[in-house]
C-alpha cells in the first residue's frame, strides 16, 4: 500500500475525502468514496482527522465580533449618516456581541441551565422541528416564493409571519408550516443552507421563553424578539451560520 | 441611482455581512486594528460598486473585495508577507495525499484525532496563522466562515479544483502541527 502514497488516484480519493466531510459530493461519488474509507483505513483515518478537527474548529474558536463602532465608522466613510438608525444597529451589535459570547458556552448552558419559563417553549419548538425532519416533507406548503408561502398561512392562523426571501444569501425558502407550541397554533417557515434544514418559528410573546442560544441533541437554536414576536431559529446547521441567516432575516425589509 | 438609493442598497447588502467582513480582515492581517482599517477601505470599494451589483450572492460578492482590499493593505504596508505568497503556488499542486502515510493502518485508534480533540483554542490559532496566506484563506472561509466550495472559489478567483487541494493541504498542515505538539 505504501507504494501507491503519491499516485494521483490516491490524492484524488484524499481529495474526495475532504469533500465527502464538507458534505460537496453528489450521492454517486459519495457511495464510491464511503466504499474506499471502508476498505482503506489511511482514507478512513483521514476522515477521522478532518471531521476532529473541523468539530474543534467549530466548537472551540470562538467567533469574535465585529468591533461595535465599526458599522458606524464604515457608514461615515461611505457618507451615509442616518442617527436615527444607529441606536437600532448599536442595539444589533450589542446582541450579536452577547449571542456570541453565550454560543461559546451554549453545550454548557444545553447541560447544566435549570428549567425556567421558556424551557417549556424550546422544547417544543425542537421537538417540531423534530417531526417535520421524519415527515415525508419538512414543509406542508412546500414553495420558495414567498407570495405564495404567505398566503397559504392566512386562511390557517390568525396572523400570517413575514416571509423573506433570502435565496440570493444563500438561505433559500423550501416552505411552511403550521406547528402546535404549547396549544397554540404558530407559523413556521422552512429555509435550506446546503443540505441543511431550518426551521424558523413565529412564537407570539405570550409564550416567550429563553432566548439564550442553545444547543440540544445536535441541534442549535437562536430566538430572538421582534414587534411581539419571538422568533426561534432551529437547525443542525453551524451556530454561526445559523447566527448569519438570524441576522440576515432581521436586517431584510419587510 | 441616487446617493440615497446607494444607501439604501449599501445597508441592506452589505452591512448584514460586516462580521464575516471583519473576520477574514482579521485573519489576512492577523491585526484588529488593521482588520478595521481594510473593511473600511472594502466598504468604500462596495459602495462605490454598488449600482453594479447585479445581485447573487451578497456574501460572496463582499467578502471577495475585503479579501482583495486586505491584500492590498498587506502589500502596501507589509510587503514581505506578500512576497511569501508566490512561492506558494508552485507547491501547492504537488501531492495533497502525502499525510496520509502517517495515518498508518489502524483507524480504530486515531491518535491525531484524539489529539486534534484535546488542542484549545489558542493552539488551533497559532497553527492557523502559521499557515501560508492562501491556504489559510481557502481554510477560513470554509472552516470558520462556512462557505461551500463554489462560494470560496469565487471569493478567492481559482477553480474548484484549486479549492479543494488548497483546503486538504491546509487542513493536513493544521493535523500535523497539533499532532506534533505532542511528540
Not at chain 1, 407550541?181 to 424558523?200: F, G
Not at chain 2, 501547492?92 to 489502524?106: H, P, R
Not at chain 2, 497553527?127 to 461551500?148: E, M, S
Request: with cysteine; proline share 5%.
Amino acid at each position: 500500500m505504501s507504494m501507491d502514497v503519491h499516485d494521483s488516484n490516491r490524492d484524488r480519493a484524499v481529495l474526495l475525502v475532504h469533500a465527502y466531510v464538507d458534505g460537496e459530493l453528489d450521492p454517486a461519488n459519495a457511495i464510491a468514496i464511503e466504499q474506499r474509507m471502508a476498505s482503506e483505513p489511511a482514507l478512513a483515518a483521514e476522515r477521522a482527522s478532518v471531521e476532529a478537527l473541523r468539530h474543534a474548529l467549530r466548537e472551540r474558536l470562538p467567533r469574535e465580533a465585529e468591533p461595535p463602532a465599526l458599522r458606524e465608522r464604515v457608514r461615515r466613510a461611505v457618507g451615509i449618516t442616518r442617527q436615527r438608525t444607529q441606536p437600532t444597529w448599536m442595539a444589533l451589535a450589542a446582541s450579536v456581541a452577547i449571542a456570541i459570547f453565550a454560543s461559546s458556552t451554549g453545550t454548557w448552558y444545553a447541560t447544566t441551565r435549570t428549567p425556567s419559563a421558556g424551557g417549556n417553549v424550546s422544547d417544543a419548538v425542537i421537538a417540531a422541528h423534530l417531526r417535520s425532519l421524519m415527515a415525508p416533507q419538512p414543509a406542508d406548503v412546500a414553495s420558495s416564493d414567498r407570495h405564495t408561502v404567505k398566503p397559504w398561512f392566512s386562511g390557517r392562523i390568525p396572523l400570517a409571519p413575514r416571509v423573506i426571501d433570502l435565496a440570493q444569501d444563500g438561505f433559500p425558502l423550501v416552505g411552511g408550516r403550521v406547528d402546535v407550541v404549547n396549544r397554540t397554533p404558530v407559523p413556521s417557515l422552512v429555509y435550506s443552507r446546503r443540505q441543511h434544514i431550518i426551521s424558523l418559528m413565529a412564537v407570539p410573546n405570550a409564550l416567550a421563553g429563553s432566548t439564550t442560544p442553545q444547543t440540544v441533541q445536535g441541534y442549535n437554536m437562536i430566538s430572538w424578539t421582534a414587534e411581539g414576536t419571538t422568533y426561534w431559529a432551529v437547525s443542525d446547521l453551524n451556530l454561526e451560520e445559523l447566527q448569519m441567516f438570524a441576522r440576515l432575516f432581521r436586517a431584510a425589509p419587510a | 441611482m441616487s446617493g440615497d438609493d446607494s444607501a439604501a442598497r449599501f445597508e441592506r447588502i452589505v452591512q448584514p455581512h460586516l462580521g464575516d467582513a471583519y473576520a477574514l480582515a482579521r485573519w489576512i492581517t492577523g491585526d484588529r486594528a488593521d482588520a478595521e482599517d481594510v473593511v473600511q477601505d472594502a466598504c468604500l470599494r462596495a459602495f462605490r460598486a454598488i449600482g453594479g451589483y447585479a445581485g447573487g450572492n451578497a456574501r460572496a460578492w463582499i467578502l471577495t473585495i475585503v479579501r482583495n482590499a486586505a491584500y492590498t493593505w498587506l502589500a502596501r504596508n507589509r510587503s514581505a508577507v506578500v512576497t511569501a505568497v508566490d512561492d506558494l503556488v508552485a507547491t501547492e499542486s504537488a501531492n495533497a495525499g502525502q499525510a496520509v502515510t502517517t495515518a498508518g493502518g489502524d483507524y480504530g485508534a486515531n491518535p491525531e484525532a484524539e489529539l486534534i480533540a484535546k488542542a484549545d483554542a489558542a493552539r488551533l490559532e497559532a497553527a492557523i496563522t502559521a499557515l501560508p496566506p492562501q491556504f489559510r484563506d481557502t481554510l477560513v472561509l470554509r472552516d470558520i466562515q462556512g462557505l461551500d466550495y463554489r462560494e470560496i472559489a469565487a471569493v478567492t478567483e481559482v477553480p474548484v479544483g484549486t479549492v479543494m487541494s488548497r483546503l486538504a493541504r491546509a487542513r493536513q498542515r493544521l493535523i500535523e502541527a497539533i499532532s506534533a505538539d505532542d511528540r
